[in-house]
């Protein structure tokens, strides 16, 4: 028999995955934001990467009212912009960049970064090449990492990566999205399940982590380095001045 879902039982099943959320990874998203903060008083940038789906978690952190400056989306799509490599190659399903080993050092190498940058690496799965790839060098490089994953699909497979380890493994910190196997949360009853969540707790993991960060900068005396709406007097201002401070090291767009 089909089960019947609509927004209701979303609404109800995605609630449970919020206070599973919040009741099993406060510690982990509280250190997350520690090294955040750390990174932002030492003059560094909090370096977020995400292959897929993944790519929104570093949108959602950035480049809006309320959200912290110093931070910077490394995206697989500069391959091409930067002249990397040809979009056919880019596009091609006989390559799949986003399973490919052996390109996270030319990755970290389109960016200007520094010392003290803190690396967020997300990939539900945890298990593909160029998120471990990354993982690996940013640890190698001196970086603290921080990895967003979900634990119940990232257990449900075997790795692609070359070394047989996850992505987890690498993690400083690691923050479980608490997202089933395969991403969808409703079953329908039938082959079919419905509803992938990852971007949706990935959102309020990123949501979190700005305001931890920005709450424990706060608590040291030192100004969040934080966007103003345009509702304030002298936002312009305030948020021209911060953009500038961090030119060459953060998206603009």
């Not at 609404?11 to 090294?35: C, G, S, W």
């Not at 329908?188 to 949501?207: D, H, N, P, R, Y």
Request: aromatic content about 8%; overall charge negative.
């Amino acid at each position: 028999m089909t089960n019947k879902v609509d927004m209701h039982v979303f609404h109800d099943r995605l609630t449970e995955v919020f206070d599973t959320l919040y009741e099993t990874q406060q510690e982990n998203i509280q250190k997350a934001a520690e090294l955040c903060a750390e990174a932002i008083e030492k003059g560094g940038v909090i370096q977020v990467f995400g292959s897929g789906h993944s790519v929104g978690f570093g949108m959602e952190m950035r480049n809006r009212p309320g959200s912290l400056v110093p931070v910077h989306s490394m995206v697989m799509s500069d391959f091409v912009t930067k002249g990397i490599v040809d979009l056919a190659t880019f596009k091609s399903q006989d390559v799949i960049f986003e399973r490919t080993p052996g390109i996270a050092d030319k990755l970290y190498n389109l960016y200007e970064t520094n010392d003290n940058d803190v690396f967020i690496i997300i990939s539900n799965s945890g298990i593909n090449g160029v998120v471990i790839d990354l993982a690996i060098y940013a640890k190698k490089t001196g970086h603290k990492v921080i990895v967003v994953t979900s634990w119940q699909h990232t257990n449900s497979e075997a790795s692609r990566h070359p070394s047989g380890k996850k992505l987890y493994e690498y993690g400083d910190v690691v923050i479980d999205n608490c997202g089933p196997v395969g991403d969808a949360l409703l079953e329908t009853g039938k082959l079919e399940k419905v509803c992938s969540i990852s971007s949706i707790t990935g959102a309020v993991i990123a949501q979190t982590i700005g305001l931890q960060a920005a709450t424990i900068l706060t608590e040291k005396g030192i100004e969040a380095p934080v966007l103003w709406d345009e509702t304030r007097p002298g936002y312009k201002e305030h948020n021209e001045e911060l953009l500038k401070k961090y030119e060459g090291r953060i998206n603009l767009e």
